[in-house]
């Protein structure tokens, strides 16, 4: 990826804050023509510094009222890629990170129930080849989230 200059900036911030704003829009903000805020933004696809856009569905309104997160500790650290790969097949879980500290890896996980959860846990986490611990946290209410900010020069020209 090239350099990511102010105008860059610029446009991340805007398009964090509401993927769905036109181009258009974007483009009058940033004082710029519609068709350089296509460029630069497929720029920042291809270059990976955008790595997704859609929408955001609440699991709760999917039946999916419980959020917990997932300590897990491996056998051996090297196991981590095949115990991710078993993991995606699950679609309980949305999110796999390997981590330092007391766990190898933590996940990121809905359940429509404290049963569905114990299922999950006890049927299939546990039952991965080189799971030898899990510690469960139990989200209670989630107060925010949001996209890391993007700091640009409002004086600068792009």
Do not use: W
């Amino acid at each position: 990826m090239e350099k990511i200059d102010n105008l860059d900036k610029k446009i991340l911030s805007i398009l964090s804050k509401n993927a769905r704003i036109a181009f258009k829009d974007v483009a009058a903000e940033c004082g710029v023509s519609r068709a350089a805020i296509h460029q630069r933004v497929q720029r920042l696809i291809d270059g990976d510094v955008i790595t997704g856009s859609g929408f955001d569905v609440n699991p709760k309104s999917l039946g999916y009222n419980t959020c917990t997160y997932v300590g897990i500790t491996l056998e051996r650290g090297s196991m981590y890629k095949d115990v991710a790969r078993r993991l995606q097949h699950i679609p309980e879980v949305v999110e796999c990170h390997f981590t330092t500290g007391p766990y190898t890896m933590m996940v990121k996980l809905y359940a429509r129930d404290s049963e569905q959860l114990m299922q999950l846990l006890n049927g299939q986490l546990q039952e991965i080849p080189g799971v030898t611990a899990t510690e469960t946290m139990i989200s209670l209410e989630q107060n925010f989230k949001r996209e890391i900010p993007v700091h640009f020069k409002e004086t600068e020209e792009p």
